[in-house]
């Protein structure tokens, strides 16, 4: 809570800053093998970038999204994944309705294969900032698979 005076009344503010994940992995045949929706944590640095936009800041919008095999916990110093698998994908809609922003990246086949516990989003293709990740039960994307991560991030009032 942070509460402040305007005029001569006290005005409390209360918000939250939230994220969930949503991934689908289809087979080459387009079928879902598997999904998972959950939570996610917004790490420090994200946090920081959120303040330095709303200021004048001059850092990169979300761009990108990358899955890896780690499995420690998110934590709020994470400044990247633990085990990138080839590398971050281009987020192909960024969708702004109200206080929430939706972001979409497909991992065609042969792009983020393998053993998949933990996805994150940055805003650069290699470097620069992580907003939030979250790490999940181990799951398997297949050479051939389609894998589709949507990530939500919301502003409330509390």
Same mark, same amino acid.
């Given at each position: ?66 899955? /890896? @095999? &780690? #499995? ?10 633990? $085990?990138?698998? =080839?590398?971050?994908? !281009? ?18 086949? /042969? @792009? &983020? #294969? ?10 650069? $293709?290699?470097? =620069?900032?992580?907003? !939030? ?26």
């Amino acid at each position: 809570d942070s509460n402040f005076l305007k005029g001569n009344t006290m005005i409390n503010e209360i918000g939250k800053i939230k994220g969930s994940v949503s991934i689908l992995n289809r087979g080459e045949d387009n079928l879902l093998k598997w999904d998972i929706r959950q939570a996610n944590l917004i790490v420090g640095v994200g946090l920081a970038f959120i303040v330095s936009r709303m200021g004048d800041s001059s850092d990169a919008v979300m761009s990108h999204i990358a899955v /890896g @095999s &780690g #499995t420690t916990a998110a934590q709020n110093g994470d400044t990247d994944l633990v $085990s990138i698998l =080839g590398g971050r994908v !281009a987020i192909s809609d960024a969708t702004v309705v109200g206080t929430e922003i939706t972001y979409t990246a497909t991992f065609p086949a /042969g @792009s &983020g #294969t393998g053993i998949i516990s933990e996805v994150g989003l940055f805003n650069a $293709s290699t470097a =620069g900032t992580m907003l !939030a990740r979250t790490v999940f039960g181990v799951r398997t994307k297949d050479p051939l698979d389609t894998m589709t991560v949507t990530w939500k991030m919301t502003i409330d009032a509390g």
